[in-house]
């Protein structure tokens, strides 16, 4: 079958699940000689717009692992905006190095309900978001292994003839499963659900950065006090962190320091990625 455009899909605060999308779809794009379309879904009204794909279309869908699912308050998005028409696709997960447990099998479930047909998938361990695991992750190998992948997926398409061909790919989890529960380093939950990060007043110099990389649209600068405030809903995703020059955003919650302490001292190893191919 031709493939005629390329569109990747992602959700990526802190860029791995980015790189490693992008990596995948030009894999594909490469067999087929097709420009890549994105939508980056961290922009909260890029999430709202309905996404339709036609049937000569490959998506390339890319999510982080939370909690071992998709992310809660995004992965509605998905079922509600991103609609397919038979449109064969690449399901991606990346996760920090602890575990991607039912994230990609809720991922392929809510893109195979909304018309696609998933065709391959991949959890790619990383670097995680906001503990010292997995540091240096995605690697070059990690971006080349992806990028081929995409186009093993891509040369599989190119010689299927007929559209039953199209068989959707099985992958391990649980699409409803519960979300992980996290643990402070002596085995109880640590419960920071509503931990937000606090701002250094001395130190925040009011520029906006962490105002434009909120998925949430959570943070806007006080116009009397030209300091950053955070006055929604955080995800924990620390986007806004990583953009802050003057290193004016920390998490303080016990809880959730805690929980970083026990992934940092429970989950060091190195993880092999995890592929599911397309096969004709
Ligand atoms: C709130 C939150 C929960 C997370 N939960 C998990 C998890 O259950 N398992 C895991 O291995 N990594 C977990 N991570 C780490 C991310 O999945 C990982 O760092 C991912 O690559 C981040 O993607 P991004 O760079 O595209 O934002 C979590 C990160 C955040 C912010």
Not at 3 to 19: D, E, G, L, N
Not at 38 to 45: G, L
Not at 71 to 79: E, G, M, W
Request: with cysteine; hydrophobic share 40%; charged share 20%.
């Amino acid at each position: 079958m031709e493939i005629k455009k390329t569109m990747a899909v992602y959700f990526s605060p802190t860029t791995h699940t980015r790189q490693l999308t992008l990596a995948v779809a030009k894999g594909v794009a490469s067999v087929f000689g097709t420009q890549i379309h994105f939508k980056n879904w961290a922009r909260p009204r890029m999430r709202e717009q309905d996404a339709v794909f036609d049937r000569e279309t490959l998506a390339v869908v890319g999510m982080p692992t939370y909690a071992g699912r998709l992310p809660n308050l995004i992965a509605p998005s998905i079922s509600e905006h991103l609609k397919g028409n038979k449109t064969p696709a690449i399901a991606l997960v990346t996760y920090g190095s602890r575990a991607y447990e039912n994230s990609l099998a809720e991922l392929v479930a809510r893109l195979s309900k909304n018309g696609f047909i998933v065709v391959a998938a991949a959890a790619i361990p990383c670097a995680h978001s906001f503990a010292d695991i997995g540091e240096g992750r995605p690697t070059r190998q990690d971006i080349v292994d992806a990028a081929v992948f995409g186009q093993k997926t891509g040369l599989n398409l190119a010689q299927v003839e007929y559209e039953n061909q199209l068989k959707p790919v099985a992958v391990p989890g649980d699409p409803e499963a519960p979300y992980y529960t996290p643990l402070k380093p002596d085995g109880t939950p640590a419960r920071f659900l509503k931990a937000k990060p606090v701002v250094d007043t001395v130190r925040c110099n009011g520029c906006g950065v962490c105002v434009r990389l909120c998925p949430m649209g959570s943070i806007a600068v006080n116009p009397l006090s030209g300091k950053a405030e955070i006055h929604g809903v955080c995800i924990k995703c620390q986007a806004c962190l990583r953009g802050c020059l003057p290193v004016a955003l920390a998490f303080k919650d016990p809880d959730f320091l805690a929980h970083k302490q026990m992934l940092e001292s429970h989950y060091k190893a190195h993880q092999d990625a995890a592929y599911f191919p397309f096969v004709i």
